[in-house]
């Protein structure tokens, strides 16, 4: 599939520990097919999206098709919508987020969202989450291509964890080998 296409999957997966307390297991991996090698590519990222969105009950989010106008993708929990976002067409990254959480009444929601040069495919977009970005092989630039702003997520769900006394004491262990 070529990297501009519809057909296109755009891949946000996040890790079997995300969320849970294991030092190190917050990341994000996107996934999807490069602008810029026409090859399978992958990017990460870390920050506190991959485990809200598990917080919310989710492992992944998988894209295909191309929106006709701007939209944001909104998760909380059980509920999964579209919103137009073309008032947020031209923004960075930061201003997306930060008015985006003022929009859904949501100063937790952890948001990903491209700026400029992901709304304008540039082949080395990428996808902005807080400090922390999926910047390598232009994934920014299929997000955009697929007219995505954004995806908020705001999960209050509990992660169940089958031994915790267990799972703590492992944590433990890393800390102390880190």
């Given at each position: 599939?070529?990297?501009?296409?519809?057909?296109?999957?755009?891949?946000?997966?996040?890790?079997?520990?995300?969320?849970?307390?294991?030092?190190?297991?917050?990341?994000?991996?996107?996934?999807?097919?490069?602008?810029?090698?026409?090859?399978?590519?992958?990017?990460?990222?870390?920050?506190?999206?991959?485990?809200?969105?598990?917080?919310?009950?989710?492992?992944?989010v998988v894209?295909?098709?191309?929106?006709?106008?701007?939209?944001?993708?909104?998760?909380?929990?059980?509920?999964?919508?579209?919103?137009?976002?073309e008032h947020?067409?031209?923004?960075?990254?930061?201003?997306?987020?930060?008015?985006?959480?003022?929009?859904?009444?949501?100063?937790?929601?952890?948001?990903?969202?491209?700026?400029?040069?992901?709304?304008?495919?540039?082949?080395?977009?990428?996808?902005?989450?807080?400090?922390?970005?999926?910047?390598?092989?232009?994934?920014?630039?299929?997000?955009?291509?697929?007219?995505?702003?954004?995806?908020?997520?705001?999960?209050?769900?509990?992660?169940?964890?089958?031994?915790?006394?267990?799972?703590?004491?492992?944590?433990?262990?890393?800390?102390?080998?880190?």
């Open positions: 599939v070529e990297p501009f296409s519809a057909e296109n999957l755009l891949v946000f997966g996040t890790g079997l520990l995300a969320g849970t307390p294991m030092p190190g297991a917050n990341r994000t991996i996107v996934s999807s097919i490069s602008p810029q090698t026409r090859l399978f590519a992958f990017s990460m990222m870390g920050g506190f999206w991959g485990p809200e969105l598990k917080h919310a009950g989710y492992d992944k894209l295909r098709g191309k929106s006709p106008s701007l939209v944001y993708l909104w998760i909380r929990d059980d509920k999964v919508e579209l919103r137009d976002a947020f067409r031209g923004l960075g990254t930061l201003e997306t987020a930060e008015l985006l959480r003022q929009e859904l009444g949501e100063p937790m929601a952890q948001v990903a969202s491209i700026g400029l040069a992901g709304e304008n495919r540039v082949f080395f977009a990428s996808i902005e989450q807080g400090r922390s970005s999926a910047s390598r092989l232009g994934l920014g630039a299929i997000m955009g291509d697929k007219n995505l702003k954004a995806i908020a997520v705001r999960g209050t769900k509990d992660i169940h964890i089958a031994h915790p006394a267990e799972f703590i004491a492992h944590c433990n262990d890393a800390l102390r080998y880190i």
